[in-house]
């Protein structure tokens, strides 16, 4: 039998670019977009000011080699090997029976790690003993997070060992310490002398890495991916030079690090950081002459909790997937997948379970661990990881120029430069240019509240606050809540359906989003005026086409402040109407792109809603 060459696509002429850019055109131009440059009007642009194209080919690949996987730079990976990875559950319940009985259920469900929050925000240091009955510490790595408690959580540990009969050299983890990321939470002195002491402490655990650079503290300040790795990396810098400082050399001490990151439902983004990051890092211990082999960085990467939500929590089992699916493509070593319910309380059964077997189906189901770097050679994310490791590393040195990270810190440079992308953010969510399903997008005013049992408080009072998406239209739907009725808004859908449907609906969506209900009333101007008095409402709405705003907006909206309204708003942009419909009582404008927040806020200000 002979062997015949099937030839695939070479029957089919080739596709430039520039058919393609006719074809985008011709489709932008039936929607009403006049682009004279089609690539142009599709791009977007990222808070790191890197531009995010709608087509990327072999003429956008890096000309920086990216090495094969677990080889300098590391962009493809920290190892080459086809490995599974580390399915690490967080606890932080302060009930040491409960803690324990979460941890055993994780350990037997699929969990391969434990992320122990100690101290404040969670169990005692001396419970440690408790919370860990039952546990093969051979078996299982242990990831401290004991904030200012971190020595005595280390030393709790060790003995657990010594009296479990389980051998130090035989410990895996961490003890997470992190003195610069405290001082950033809480505004504890950062004592960079506790490593070196933990290095000593742990020395007969040589598999106890000494401390956790934790990037989602700059993450759910505001930080954007480049900033993230930047300010990740200069912490990282000062945590080597504390550890060489005290007689490590330049290998011990980076085998002593790992660092954790934020995954969010952008995974694109969350692919391109991890692989940037050991970019950049791997260029620091270059210049740090550490050995071949010693630079790859060992990476956490953490489903987003700056990305949860309170309000239709269910959406966050989404969000997670998501950020799992970016953590194993980018190749963090361990991923955790936050319980979809922990931006309402201490996780339940169920949510922690979901969330173990969110990484199950990824890893088991879906193969993702069977091939080393599956991005790599996408010309998107290659372009996109070279653009934020540049990006990065300008970040970077700058807070190296103002005297590495902690004195960037206290002096505020750092503060500033977050709070700049987290206004930009926020705005984006205030316009909802950045959607949130369930929350400023298709908000469900019916839902059943998912209560869980209140989590610890957190210690904060540090110069850098932690947000969270969401939170100012969850505060806007708990103040419509707290009213003795659901605030209402009359929706006066002028002409027939065709004419009102659409910008009704998208009234109400909006309006929904604030926890506002609305009632539509149609018909001639006498039937709008009884059935806006019927609503009980103080606020109206008009909805309609243009043509017939043109022929009734002005008397509608004169016919309805007359009959009590206080407030009106029209569906539509402003434009030339602005000035002409203020004299006839409309008081703004709902469009898309406009402040939503503000609308909200200024509509619950007038139906009464609790402040």
Not at 70 to 88: F, L, M, N, Q
Not at 171 to 193: H, V, Y
Not at 283 to 289: G, H, P, T, Y
Not at 410 to 435: K, W
Request: proline letters at 4%; glycine letters at 10%; hydrophobic letters at 45%.
């Amino acid at each position: 039998m002979s062997e015949a060459i099937l030839p695939l696509a070479a029957q089919f002429p080739g596709a430039t670019r520039a058919q393609w850019r006719e074809l985008v055109a011709a489709v932008l131009a039936r929607s009403g977009t006049d682009a004279a440059d089609a690539e142009d009007a599709l791009r977007s642009v990222s808070y790191d000011g890197i531009t995010i194209k709608a087509l990327y080919t072999a003429e956008d690949a890096p000309s920086v080699p990216t090495g094969a996987p677990g080889s300098s730079p590391y962009v493809r990976g920290a190892s080459a090997e086809h490995t599974a990875w580390d399915v690490r559950a967080r606890h932080a319940d302060p009930d040491p029976g409960r803690a324990n009985a979460a941890v055993l259920a994780d350990l037997t469900g699929g969990a391969t790690s434990l992320w122990l929050v100690l101290g404040a925000g969670g169990a005692a240091v001396d419970d440690l003993g408790k919370v860990l009955d039952g546990v093969h510490l051979d078996l299982a790595p242990i990831v401290l997070d004991a904030g200012a408690d971190t020595y005595r959580a280390v030393q709790a540990l060790l003995g657990r060992a010594e009296q479990t009969g389980v051998a130090l050299a035989e410990l895996r983890g961490s003890t997470g310490a992190d003195p610069i990321g405290l001082r950033a939470r809480t505004g504890a002195d950062a004592d960079l002398t506790l490593l070196p002491a933990l290095a000593e402490l742990a020395g007969p655990a040589p598999g106890l890495r000494v401390a956790t650079v934790d990037a989602t503290v700059y993450h759910d300040a505001g930080a954007s991916d480049a900033q993230e790795i930047a300010i990740a990396t200069s912490v990282g810098v000062a945590y080597l030079r504390a550890l060489t400082g005290a007689g490590l050399c330049v290998d011990d001490a980076l085998a002593a690090l790992e660092f954790r990151f934020a995954v969010t439902a952008d995974q694109f983004a969350g692919i391109a950081k991890l692989r940037a990051a050991r970019r950049v890092w791997s260029r620091v211990a270059e210049l740090c002459e550490a050995t071949t082999g010693a630079a790859g960085q060992r990476q956490h990467a953490v489903t987003s909790a700056a990305m949860l939500t309170q309000r239709d929590p269910w959406v966050n089992l989404l969000r997670t997937t998501i950020g799992c699916f970016a953590g194993a493509i980018g190749g963090a070593e361990a991923v955790t997948v936050l319980p979809f319910d922990s931006a309402i309380g201490l996780p339940d059964d169920f949510a922690r379970r979901i969330g173990r077997n969110t990484s199950a189906i990824l890893h088991d189901e879906s193969s993702l661990a069977r091939v080393v770097d599956a991005a790599g050679g996408s010309w998107y994310v290659e372009s996109r990881t070279d653009q934020l490791a540049t990006a990065a590393w300008d970040v970077f040195t700058g807070i190296e120029r103002d005297g590495g990270a902690l004195a960037a810190l206290d002096g505020g440079s750092i503060g500033e430069l977050l709070r700049s992308t987290y206004e930009r953010r926020a705005a984006d969510v205030a316009h909802r240019r950045a959607p949130l399903t369930g929350i400023s997008e298709f908000a469900f005013l019916q839902e059943l509240p998912v209560t869980r049992p209140a989590a610890p408080s957190v210690p904060t009072g540090g110069p850098l606050e932690a947000h969270r998406y969401a939170e100012e239209f969850e505060a806007l739907r708990d103040r419509a809540d707290a009213a003795a009725e659901r605030p209402t808004v009359f929706l006066a859908a002028l002409g027939p359906v065709a004419a009102h449907s659409s910008r009704a609906g998208f009234a109400a969506n909006l309006f929904a989003a604030g926890g506002i209900a609305s009632v539509v009333g149609t018909g001639e101007p006498d039937e709008l005026v009884e059935a806006f008095a019927k609503s009980g409402s103080t606020v109206a709405c008009l909805c309609s086409s243009d043509t017939i705003y043109a022929e009734r907006a002005e008397s509608e909206a004169a016919a309805l402040k007359a009959a009590g309204a206080q407030h009106i708003w029209l569906a539509g942009q402003p434009g030339e109407r602005l000035n002409r419909y203020q004299s006839a009582g409309i008081d703004g404008y709902l469009f898309a792109g406009c402040d939503a927040l503000s609308v909200l806020r200024a509509t619950l200000d007038v139906l009464g809603g609790t402040a």
